[in-house]
């Protein structure tokens, strides 16, 4: 890891100390995830809404080919439980 001293606005290091602490993270693990999609985006790769519905799409393609199964259910706990 390299050591990186910014210059920012203070109302930009203040949104982002927030943002940091709504998703229970560093400020510097915020700044390196924002630089990386950015990073991505530059590359021409997939950006990180792009990344996201894809995996959604395929999350949603994997739950239909289960959709016909049937367990019986709802179970109570101790049905759950029966061994």
Do not use: C
């Amino acid at each position: 890891m390299t050591t990186v001293t910014l210059q920012l606005d203070e109302s930009l290091l203040n949104e982002t100390k927030a943002e940091a602490e709504a998703r229970h993270s560093s400020l510097d693990a915020v700044v390196a995830d924002a630089l990386q999609r950015a990073s991505s985006q530059w590359k021409g790769e997939a950006s990180f809404e792009e990344s996201i519905e894809a995996r959604r799409s395929r999350l949603r393609s994997a739950i239909a080919k289960f959709s016909h199964f049937d367990t019986g259910g709802p179970y109570t706990r101790d049905e759950m439980n029966e061994r």
